[in-house]
């Protein structure tokens, strides 16, 4: 029988198979001998030992398609990054460094801005038009109210999809409109610092149906740009890439050089000055990491 692992657990690994019913399994020692660990996202091939208890063996671990350092997860296809619109005020900081993560990882990301009930017209034509080329898709959301879920569930239709966002913008809460049985706990947020609770303890992927998956993800506070150097960094901008042929120097970093295509570009506004001022601050800060 084949099945995809969904969660893991003190040695036990839960495996979801056809039809929604789930396995409690423990993995064969031929794993440890060998240095694999199965992952949550793994698809495996597994043993029944036990039909009405709903007990069995991982017996194999089927070729991954994928494997992401952070979140440790196999065979994603996407990431859903969420931020609140406002409550919490989105760190704009902290979503360009996901999107970063996202894409060294080669993982295409839908950016999704929840609490759109408590939104005006103003806030959502900024977000638009600073992250609206970042990423394939950009939507708002209300998980309160429901407002902007079918279109999201479109996009996770026949895709293993994980989520990332800061504690408190409804990641939790969205993962109930998607998958009311996921029975999520989801924590308020503090009034006196403005941020949610850590309320996801564990990576679990929530099966919406035999081929569509979805995974929560602890909330992040911060993150660290690894493995980057700051000349590679315009690379994860796409919106430059078509006003670089205007630079004078090849390889223009598009801070202080004279004669930039991007500058240009900014001062017309065909950029949004929201993005280039977070771009900065992050050239500005790998240029100032010690090298060890």
């Not at 929840?114 to 900024?126: C, P, Q, R, V």
């Not at 913008?169 to 308020?188: C, F, W």
């Not at 980057?228 to 801070?255: N, T, W």
């Amino acid at each position: 029988m084949q099945g995809k692992i969904i969660k893991g657990i003190a040695g036990f690994y839960y495996v979801y198979t056809e039809g929604g019913v789930i396995y409690t399994c423990r993995a064969k020692g031929i794993f440890r001998k060998d240095g694999r660990k199965p992952l949550v996202g793994d698809d495996v091939e597994m043993s029944v030992i036990d039909s009405e208890a709903k007990e069995g063996n991982v017996d194999k671990l089927l070729p991954r398609r994928s494997e992401l350092i952070r979140p440790a997860v196999a065979n994603v296809d996407q990431a859903l990054v969420i931020f609140a619109i406002n409550r919490p005020e989105p760190n704009f900081n902290l979503l360009d460094r996901f999107l970063i993560m996202m894409r060294q990882q080669n993982l295409p990301s839908v950016i999704c801005f929840n609490k759109e009930d408590i939104a005006n017209d103003s806030e959502k034509d900024l977000l638009t038009e600073a992250y609206g080329s970042a990423a394939g898709h950009l939507l708002f959301t209300s998980a309160k109210t429901g407002e902007g879920i079918d279109e999201l569930k479109g996009l996770l239709q026949h895709k293993t999809t994980v989520m990332a966002g800061p504690s408190g913008v409804g990641k939790s809460s969205i993962t109930n409109r998607l998958h009311p049985s996921a029975e999520m706990e989801t924590g308020d947020i503090s009034k006196k610092i403005g941020r949610g609770k850590h309320t996801t303890r564990h990576s679990e992927l929530f099966g919406m149906d035999d081929d569509t998956f979805i995974m929560d993800t602890p909330g992040f506070s911060s993150l660290d740009l690894f493995d980057l150097e700051k000349e590679e960094l315009q690379s994860f901008y796409p919106e430059f890439a078509p006003f670089e042929a205007g630079c004078r120097f090849q390889g223009c970093m598009h801070i202080a050089e004279p004669v930039c295509g991007v500058k240009e570009a900014l001062s017309e506004g065909k950029i949004s000055k929201l993005r280039y001022d977070i771009y900065c601050q992050l050239f500005e800060e790998l240029r100032n990491k010690r090298k060890y």
